[in-house]
């Protein structure tokens, strides 16, 4: 039998080379992060950033976040502020992406930011992500690696049965900490956060003023999509139940076990049951049910990130 697995690395010396090699050709190499796994290209590439693009049936009004190894990095391409030097200090390397304005000698493809003067760009903390950062002279932009409009992947299998060997190069590292987007940012104007993440409001209000996006603000980014991680079956929330043939996503003691229902975390455990969304919503799939009900998840913490994700799956 075919390995249909076979495009799967794990990570060493030579697959660190092997990566950065298609990276500098322009090729897009699968990598993971903290967050969720990446589809990663050369940001300054036309043909690269055009692959990402193709790859996920992406459409073109939608900016990718560019990734860099730490700031200095970045400066080249955006203009930094007080606000962000505040936040970079506590949280990166980390799950949160800033938006910040372009600067015009940026070498940063305009198809990346869709033509917006903005940038998005993040400093992953994943040990595997930074040591091929480190080898390049340029920055990734790195959307999660799946087709446009569908749920993240987790780990290095997801990736794989979502592009199948339409890539030549997906670095296993198991599955994804922290299993779901990372916190958007928006540092021109006044600060606002465009998509919740693990790293929430109120954390970050500790260290300035910032607001939540309005349910009514124009769409400036892809997370920012209506419909969005979709697993491609009706969603529907705040359930307490679920018919035989249909999934039951489930959170905390309160629900029984039963051969339909799929808890998120046993304790109630918001950051748990984070990293646990998009892996429950592929086995589900998998498992060919075909809708997904869903009960009510608390909404503090990360259960905003949470909450939003479902939101969106459910439109
Ligand atoms: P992903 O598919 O996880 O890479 O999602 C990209 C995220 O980046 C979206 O949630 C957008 O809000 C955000 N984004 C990227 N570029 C920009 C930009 N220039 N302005 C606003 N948001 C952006
Ligand atoms: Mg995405």
Do not use: W
């Not at 030549?168 to 540092?187: A, C, D, H």
């Amino acid at each position: 039998m075919k390995n249909i697995y076979s495009n799967i690395f794990s990570f060493n010396k030579k697959t660190l080379n092997k990566s950065i090699v298609n990276l500098k050709k322009g090729n897009v190499v699968g990598l993971p992060t903290e967050t969720v796994y990446g589809l990663g290209g050369n940001a300054y590439s036309k043909i690269a950033v055009k692959r990402i693009f193709d790859l996920k049936k992406r459409p073109k009004k939608n900016p990718l976040i560019v990734h860099y190894l730490n700031y200095k990095d970045a400066d080249k391409d955006v203009v930094f502020n007080r606000d962000f030097y505040k936040l970079y200090k506590r949280f990166c390397p980390g799950p949160i992406t800033f938006v910040l304005k372009k600067k015009n000698t940026s070498k940063i493809q305009s198809s990346v930011t869709a033509k917006l003067s903005t940038v998005a760009i993040r400093f992953p903390s994943h040990r595997i992500t930074r040591s091929i950062l480190k080898k390049l002279s340029f920055p990734l932009a790195m959307p999660s690696a799946n087709l446009s409009s569908g749920i993240s992947p987790v780990n290095a299998f997801d990736v794989s049965d979502e592009f199948k060997k339409k890539i030549k190069i997906i670095i296993n590292s198991g599955n994804s900490k922290i299993g779901i987007e990372s916190t958007v940012v928006s540092l021109v104007g006044k600060p606002k956060i465009l998509r919740p993440g693990i790293i929430g409001l109120k954390t970050i209000k500790k260290f300035l003023k910032i607001s939540a996006m309005k349910k009514s603000s124009k769409i400036s980014g892809p997370g920012m999509l209506k419909k969005h991680y979709s697993p491609g079956i009706p969603v529907l929330l705040n359930k307490k139940k679920a018919d035989k043939n249909c999934a039951l996503i489930t959170i905390g003691k309160k629900y029984k076990n039963k051969i339909n229902s799929f808890n998120l975390s046993k304790n109630s455990d918001l950051k748990e049951a984070a990293s646990n969304l998009y892996k429950t919503f592929r086995k589900i799939k998998k498992q060919g049910f075909k809708k997904i009900y869903v009960v009510k998840i608390p909404n503090h913490g990360p259960g905003i990130a949470i909450n939003d994700r479902l939101r969106r799956a459910s439109n």
